[in-house]
């Protein structure tokens, strides 16, 4: 009795398709990408593409959002992509580009991605994409409509040039089978009934996958030039392959090869000749010999000419040639980054500029703008938040401040002259007054003063006191004046000739 459920699940598991085909295939010259309509979950749909070599399909850009697109053909349904959540994470992380995800290959590398809006969500570990091509967050053990499958290879054997009428069907080692393939991986088969011909894509001996059959020798012209890699021909009625000079046609009677190949043959230094085969560098290769350039030179028609100044400059967007150099340069909406003159920052000088905006991604405005819903950058007004103390200039992205008569403006504050750290920084009117040195002399012998000397001394000094407060009352009223109805404006072209005139508040 205990073996019933064991003998039970061994049926089920064999009754259920080992090899599932897929609905559609597309292949890339590296890569194909194949759609399974077939109800699983993410482990079983994972399952399904390691059969058939591959895994579950990942997409790093747009050429793959293509593939999925034409795969899919305004289906409905949902199907697996290759994403599952960290193991180290139970919920999603929004503010990163793959919210956390990962690819079942392991990493988290990717230039593309097209997320239906959600917040965090936890226990759903799994991703997959529907007709509208939006990606959703899916608990894995659900079961989906249908997963997407991906497989890479080193190359692929391009379709077979066949004449017109003649059929070639392709079949993949995935599974695949159709006519209308553009590129095969290797270890596909291609069937042609008019020739009584079966061929097979290869690996080749180094060369890269080619197509080819166990049988040596060229098959009919017509068909992709017999497999030759040389040129095809027909003797005694037959196709037959031939090599170009200094080659010999190989044991599959198809490819050519050195002579020299098993041979015991030495390379000659053809570098080593006097004079050297190169203008500049020579390296030698097998069987011959590569001509390189110096740095700062570039191969121009099998000659060594010197590199433009803007020949891969570091400079972001533009590069300008200089007699003696080059000078980067940037596009229109952008000025050169003063603390880096290879950058490029977004800048306006007018107070509305339209908004630089990337595909699919937000609108950038440079700094000192805001947004509005046209797309159009608006420069912010920093007077009207009360940066400046005194008078304030606005300008395209930024701002100044000034300062009214005998006040000098440190930062965005303005300072009486009389306290500044450095002496003689003055503004307005005020001028700094030269020193005069007064030549010693020995001091008077003490004389007994008569009284009326010493009450004129005493009036006097008591004359100067009073002139000192009042100077100092005047100069912090100047200072400490009221921000009233009232302010100074400059109004004259250079600081030292400042005129001050009287406006309104509302004109700062």
């Not at 159709?178 to 009584?196: C, I, M, N, Q, W």
Request: proline share 8%.
């Amino acid at each position: 009795r205990p073996l019933l459920p064991l003998l039970l699940l061994g049926t089920l598991a064999l009754a259920q398709p080992r090899d599932l085909s897929p609905a559609g295939a597309q292949c890339l010259e590296h890569e194909c990408f194949a759609v399974f309509w077939a109800s699983r979950p993410f482990s079983g749909a994972s399952e399904g593409c390691e059969r058939g070599g591959g895994h579950l399909m990942t997409v790093r850009s747009t050429v793959a959002e293509e593939a999925i697109s034409l795969l899919l053909q305004n289906r409905e349904g949902r199907l697996w992509l290759g994403l599952s959540l960290s193991p180290s994470l139970s919920c999603t992380e929004p503010r990163q580009r793959l919210r956390g995800f990962r690819w079942v290959t392991g990493d988290r590398s990717t230039d593309y991605t097209n997320w239906a809006p959600s917040g965090r969500r936890c226990n759903e570990r799994c991703v997959t994409v529907s007709r509208e091509l939006r990606w959703e967050e899916r608990r894995c053990d659900e079961a989906a409509d249908g997963f997407l499958c991906q497989y890479s290879y080193g190359g692929s054997c391009p379709r077979l040039a066949a004449p017109q009428g003649v059929l070639v069907t392709y079949a993949t080692p995935f599974g695949a089978r159709g006519t209308e393939f553009l590129a095969l991986p290797p270890r596909s088969v291609a069937s042609v009934p008019d020739f009584r011909l079966e061929l097979r894509c290869d690996d080749g001996d180094g060369a890269g996958p080619r197509w080819g059959r166990d049988i040596p020798g060229a098959w009919p012209c017509e068909l992709a030039g017999g497999g030759c890699a040389g040129t095809c021909g027909e003797e005694r009625g037959l196709p037959r392959c031939s090599c170009p000079e200094g080659a010999v046609l190989g044991a599959d009677r198809r490819g050519c090869r050195s002579p020299c190949e098993g041979a015991h043959c030495e390379d000659i230094d053809d570098c080593a000749s006097e004079p050297g085969p190169c203008e500049q560098k020579c390296v030698n290769t097998k069987g011959g010999f590569e001509c390189q350039c110096h740095s700062g030179y570039r191969m121009v028609d099998g000659h060594c000419q010197r590199q433009p100044p803007c020949w891969k400059t570091p400079c972001q967007q533009r590069c300008e040639e200089l007699p003696d150099g080059y000078r980067c340069s940037c596009d229109p909406g952008y000025a050169v980054d003063p603390l880096d003159e290879t950058l490029c920052r977004l800048h306006c000088n007018t107070t509305e500029c339209p908004a630089v905006c990337g595909a699919g991604e937000n609108c950038e405005c440079p700094e000192g703008f805001l947004l509005d819903e046209d797309e159009l950058c608006v420069d912010v007004d920093e007077c009207d938040s009360g940066h400046c103390e005194f008078n304030c200039t606005n300008t395209p992205g930024s701002f100044q401040c000034h300062c009214p008569h005998g006040l000098q403006l440190v930062g965005i504050d303005c300072v009486s002259v009389l306290d500044g750290n450095d002496e003689g920084a003055f503004s307005g009117d005020f001028e700094p007054v030269p020193h005069t040195p007064v030549p010693s002399r020995p001091p008077p012998k003490a004389e007994q003063l008569h009284p009326g000397v010493l009450v004129g001394i005493a009036a006097g000094a008591l004359l100067s006191l009073l002139a000192l407060l009042a100077l100092g009352f005047h100069l912090a009223r100047k200072r400490c004046r009221s921000h009233g109805s009232m302010d100074y404006k400059y109004s004259g072209p250079h600081e030292k000739e400042l005129g001050l005139q009287p406006v309104p508040s509302a004109q700062k």
